[in-house]
């Protein structure tokens, strides 16, 4: 079976065994450029290689080929057998490292994964349809970046550890030097400060012996700092650096932090205290730009030429202060840009004055599209896949300088794991991409940073996930809930109670059941279920015949709603939850029995009282009759009262 595809101007011949005793023949001929999509990674991240068809088709049953390079198989797939099984063709560089999207196959997704990225994976991709009518194929280039490190320990060839040292010293300045010998490729040196900041340096001198370079760069400093000297090869994503200490005297620096967009007050008083008020002060930032001017009442706000427009309208002085030697100002409403070294002197004063403020203003991450061109636009979500657990979201922001970064946030501002971002560029414009799977029901936030421009810009999107937990979601919002359950007893006798259970107006359509007090489900009658613009009545009627807690559960499964309600029933004739006689009898039961027990205790009380003598009892008798009869008869009377 042939196949000709026209793309390029060399012919290739690509023969792959994706059955037995079948093949197909690839020829590349000159047609215009096609369209490329490009993906990059850092090396040892996994990576997404993106093929679908437009048209969604399931491709369960077709064949397709990614290849690299038009050279090496990457992964071949045909019904129910490709490269994960073993497939012969698939060249060993990708062996084991490459899988495809199983699932996805029945709706057009062909898009292939590569674990542990390499380097030496860079390249063009091509994934192609020979079987389809018309014929189809995909581009892709994949650079995978190399994480700069010290690999010294992989290369004799690679740059050693920087020999730094100190060449001339002054009170205000220093010459530093940094020096690489004998390294391949010619590496490349910089110098920054411990803020990581790229610093101007003189052209770098370059002797080369033996194929191997020996670089030399050298630097002036006048301040104090931790001084980094970094050597890179980018062809073998080498890096390694050396760093050294310098003190530079430097005069007294007040150093002032404010926000953004705040007031901010730069100090500058005379020892003395002395009055200023006919006296010259000159406020200056970096040595250049005038910021404030006084002279003898005449000042930078009332006629004195030669502010800089940065500052017009924006300074102010103490006038009250004046008289004690007060030359501080007020820079109202701070910008990044104010941030430098402002002086406050005195040039006509004896000997002369002059004060340093360091002044940093501390950029506040903000929306800035308006202020800066290359700043990030809102960002763009939206959904791409979603099943009833789980929602592949994408956030994607184009056309950003510097390049931004993306980070997906929940309801509560956590920081979620997402997928790595893909990133493109374009003209010195960077395009993002980035991609994350959320598994539970939340408002979710995409933020993109250009930290170097204090830029900060983000969009939400709400996600429904209807494979949650079971719980009560009416304040959710969520249209369709089913409120909370009506129930209430529609008849009764001595012996039984008729319940009803009614929930209106949900969708989709709940479930309703009743439970005892133990959570046991209990049998009902058949629910009874009406529909009123696509919205469903639900009632759901039950016997009871024993006292107890009973409640009414609606369910809504596809949205994973679930409320109840509760009712205590008692049934005067039946038998309570504890077997215990209930009804009239029960009630009137327990009062009796303490009654007949305190009756009992009191006659026997009041017998014993008799028999002791306590309490005597005058009977009406014939007067022979008073008192015993006889000594032998009293004898038998007081043992029988001591025998009580």
Request: with cysteine; proline share 5%; charged share 25%.
């Amino acid at each position: 079976m042939m196949f000709n595809l026209q793309t390029s101007s060399t012919t290739m011949k690509l023969l792959l065994l994706v059955f037995p005793l079948l093949c197909f023949e690839v020829t590349f001929g000159d047609i215009s450029e096609p369209d490329v999509i490009k993906v990059t990674v850092e090396d040892g991240s996994d990576v997404i290689l993106p093929c679908s068809l437009s048209s969604k088709e399931s491709i369960m049953f077709q064949l397709f080929v990614w290849t690299r390079d038009h050279q090496k198989t990457v992964f071949v797939h045909y019904p129910y057998f490709h490269n994960r099984y073993g497939y012969s063709t698939q060249d060993e560089q990708f062996i084991g490292r490459v899988s495809h999207f199983d699932d996805e196959l029945k709706s057009g997704n062909a898009s292939i994964i590569i674990r542990h990225t390499m380097v030496a994976d860079s390249g063009d991709y091509t994934c192609e349809f020979p079987q389809l009518q018309p014929r189809q194929i995909f581009h892709i280039k994949l650079v995978v970046g190399g994480v700069f490190k010290d690999r010294t320990a992989e290369n004799l060839g690679l740059a050693t550890k920087p020999y730094v040292t100190v060449v001339d010293q002054t009170a205000d300045w220093a010459l530093l030097q940094c020096e690489v010998q004998g390294s391949f490729p010619k590496p490349k040196l910089r110098w920054q400060d411990s803020d990581g900041k790229k610093l101007p340096a003189e052209e770098p001198k370059e002797t080369e012996r033996g194929g191997h370079y020996d670089v030399i760069l050298q630097i002036n400093v006048t301040k104090t700092d931790n001084y980094r000297c970094v050597a890179t090869q980018k062809e073998i994503s080498h890096q390694i650096y050396a760093e050294t200490y310098v003190y530079i005297h430097e005069p007294n620096v007040i150093k002032v932090i404010v926000d953004e967009g705040s007031d901010v007050i730069l100090p500058c008083s005379l020892s003395s205290k002395e009055n200023i008020m006919f006296q010259l002060f000159e406020w200056n930032k970096d040595d250049q730009k005038q910021v404030f001017k006084y002279d003898g009442g005449f000042h930078s706000n009332k006629g004195n030429p030669g502010q800089d427009e940065q500052f017009i309208e924006r300074v102010s002085h103490f006038k009250d202060g004046l008289m004690s030697g007060n030359a501080s100002i007020t820079i109202r409403n701070t910008e990044v840009a104010d941030s430098g070294v402002y002086t406050c002197e005195f040039p006509r004063h004896q000997p002369r004055q002059i004060f340093y403020i360091k002044l940093v203003v501390d950029g506040i991450l903000r929306d800035r599209t308006a202020e800066n061109p290359g700043a990030a636009t809102k960002p763009y979500v939206k959904t791409l896949n979603q099943t009833q657990y789980w929602a592949l979201l994408q956030c994607e922001v184009r056309g950003s300088f510097p390049k931004p970064k993306l980070h997906w946030q929940d309801s509560d501002g956590n920081i979620l794991h997402a997928e790595e971002p893909k990133v493109t560029e374009r003209g010195g414009r960077y395009d993002i991409i980035l991609n994350i799977t959320v598994t539970k029901t939340d408002n979710y936030r995409c933020v993109a940073t250009q930290e170097e421009i204090n830029h900060q810009i983000y969009s939400e999107i709400y996600m429904y996930i209807y494979g949650g937990m079971l719980k009560d979601r009416r304040a959710e919002n969520i249209p369709g809930t089913a409120p909370k359950p009506s129930v209430t007893p529609l008849k009764q006798t001595k012996y039984w109670s008729l319940l009803q259970c009614e929930v209106r107006g949900a969708l989709p359509k709940p479930k309703l059941r009743w439970q005892d007090s133990d959570g046991n489900i209990l049998h009902a009658e058949e629910p009874k279920v009406t529909e009123r613009r696509d919205r469903y009545n639900v009632i759901l009627q039950i016997n009871v015949t024993k006292t107890d807690n009973y409640r009414c559960v609606a369910t809504q499964e596809k949205i994973k709603h679930q409320v109840d309600a509760e009712m205590y029933m008692f049934v005067f004739g039946g038998i309570s939850k504890d077997n215990s006689v209930s009804g009239s009898c029960y009630q009137w039961m327990i009062p009796f029995i303490i009654l007949s027990a305190l009756c009992c205790y009191f006659i026997c009380v009041l017998l014993a009282l008799i028999w002791k003598g306590y309490i005597t009892l005058h009977c009406k008798k014939d007067r022979g009759a008073a008192g015993p009869h006889n000594q032998q008869e009293a004898v038998q009377l007081n043992t029988r009262r001591e025998a009580v």
